[in-house]
């Protein structure tokens, strides 16, 4: 027979055994990215791949940890970690002032910046986007860059990382503005595409962390450390960036 008492003490067991079901396992680093972005990260017959993707899960198994991904817009990432519904964002991601006050970086991962990609022949440089339509995605620095930089450009601003390069295909943009390898990997994929020698910026990307998780960004330091010592780095960056296009 069940008491009221004993049924007290099995619903506090209950509760006790649910807070456990739903607490986070410190093995798992909760990692959120938008995945529309190759090389660095996009969905390839249905799976997430990408140098981002394969370089997140090399350091976690250096830092003897499992990765647990979520996409969602890439203007999401960065509130994403403030709310702490996640521990890391990684996206090619740029390191800079702005978001360093509200997240924290691990060591830069790889060098990349803004160029500029189009098949209009009378664009030879940044100054003969003036007055033209060029697309970018929210959320990105492409948009303030150009803002601050060079507001004659006329900005169309998309959700998408595909939006932005289809825009420019379809002639609805005179060009594109996006980080480089993105748009190399596309200029390589479509006749009559080229990226401008003249980059606008030249920065590094890093994994944005949790301002309260200061442990896990020199965890997943010391894991760049050590793959970069055992040649699992060096075989990433040749794959994904050496390689023939994926």
């Known amino acids: 027979m069940i008491t009221r008492r004993s049924f007290s003490i099995l619903a506090l067991a209950a509760l006790t055994l649910s807070g456990t079901a739903f607490a986070q396992d410190a093995n ?15 969905f390839k017959d249905g799976k997430r791949t990408g ?3 394969e370089l997140t899960e090399a350091l976690a198994a250096a830092a003897g940890k499992k990765i647990e991904w979520t996409d969602i817009d890439f203007k999401g990432l ?3 970690l403030v709310s702490k519904r996640f521990d890391i964002a990684v996206s090619a991601i740029y390191i800079t002032p702005e978001r360093a006050k509200v997240v924290d970086f691990t060591d830069p991962y790889y060098a990349g910046g803004l160029v500029v990609v189009t098949k209009d022949p009378e664009i030879k ?10 697309s ?4 990105t620095k492409s948009v303030n860059y150009l803002k601050e930089n060079h507001p004659l450009v006329r900005r169309t601003e998309v959700e998408k ?5 289809n825009l420019a295909e379809i002639g609805r943009t005179a060009a594109a503005v996006t980080g ?16 401008l020698e003249e980059q606008l910026t030249t920065e590094n990307y890093g994994i944005a962390v ?12 010391a894991a760049l450390v050590k793959i970069k010592a055992n040649g699992t780095y060096d075989a990433l960056i040749k794959k994904w960036f050496e390689s023939p296009a994926q």
């Open 180 to 195: 480089k390898p993105a748009a190399k990997l596309f200029a390589q994929s479509r006749p009559g595409f080229r990226v």
């Open 125 to 134: 440089t940044l100054k003969d986007l003036d007055r033209k339509y060029v």
């Open 78 to 80: 960065v509130p994403g």
């Open 210 to 221: 949790r301002q309260d998780r200061p442990e896990l960004t020199k965890e997943l330091n």
């Open 161 to 165: 990382n595909q939006e932005m390069f």
């Open 136 to 139: 970018v995605q929210v959320g």
């Open 51 to 53: 140098f981002d993707i």
């Open 28 to 42: 798992v680093i909760r990692a959120v990215t938008d995945a529309t972005f190759p090389p660095m990260e996009f």
